[in-house]
């Protein structure tokens, strides 16, 4: 999980109508992670379901992206963060999404371009705007945009309202303009704080390393 999209899905529960139940696909929480991947306090008080293919923390249930073990028109919000570039058919796993969701159900989901290889087991794909855009075309209203250079982003994210919307949450709008301008600049945005850098271009098992033995040398002082 990076700082980006845990600012995303805060943006995104706050403006947006998030129906329950939530399933989150991929919210397998890796070492290095755990409790700072956990997005159920951006859903207070709603049913919240974690699903991955392997068993581990934040896992409540394991379920198939390819093939989803649950009845049509049954989940109101699908989150697939960050997961999609390690589906080997993505456009299999959003046509499962949209057969689950409520007919007022909606995705959020993100995922990645520029960035290094990592295997969580497999890593498969990169992703356009354009991209995205294609894969949310079931959807009868849906929302893509990008953080990062414009001819090179790194996050791609998107939603997809399964029912028609006739205009977007204005104050979604206006947030998300806020958190592409600061993560368009990441560097520039994050001089301040080495945090900031690290996470952007260092694996995470290590980036948590470092951030811990830091923060022990500190404690020794």
């Not at 992670?33 to 934040?58: H, T, V």
């Not at 029912?163 to 958190?179: A, D, G, H, V």
Request: proline letters at 7%.
């Amino acid at each position: 999980m990076r700082e980006t999209i845990r600012q995303f899905v805060r943006i995104c529960a706050e403006t947006l109508p998030i129906q329950e139940p939530i399933y989150e696909f991929g919210s397998l929480q890796t070492q290095g992670q755990i409790g700072y991947a956990d997005l159920r306090p951006y859903f207070p008080n709603k049913k919240y379901f974690g699903a991955d293919m392997r068993r581990g923390p934040g896992v409540d249930v394991i379920l198939n992206l390819h093939d989803i073990d649950l009845p049509s028109e049954t989940v109101g919000t699908v989150l697939c963060l960050d997961t999609l570039e390690h589906v080997e058919y993505p456009r299999k796993a959003i046509a499962e999404v949209y057969r689950i969701l409520k007919p007022d159900g909606l995705l959020i989901v993100s995922s990645i371009m520029a960035f290094h290889i990592h295997d969580y087991p497999s890593d498969y794909w990169r992703f356009t705007p354009e991209a995205f855009k294609s894969l949310l075309k079931p959807f009868e209203t849906s929302f893509v945009d990008f953080a990062g250079e414009f001819y090179f982003p790194h996050t791609i994210v998107g939603v997809g309202f399964k029912r028609k919307l006739t205009t977007y949450p204005s104050n979604f709008l206006k947030q998300i303009e806020k958190w592409k301008k600061y993560w368009s600049h990441p560097i520039r945005s994050n001089l301040h704080d080495w945090t900031g850098l690290a996470e952007m271009f260092t694996p995470h098992i290590l980036f948590a390393k470092v951030k811990g033995y830091r923060q022990s040398k500190k404690r020794d002082k």
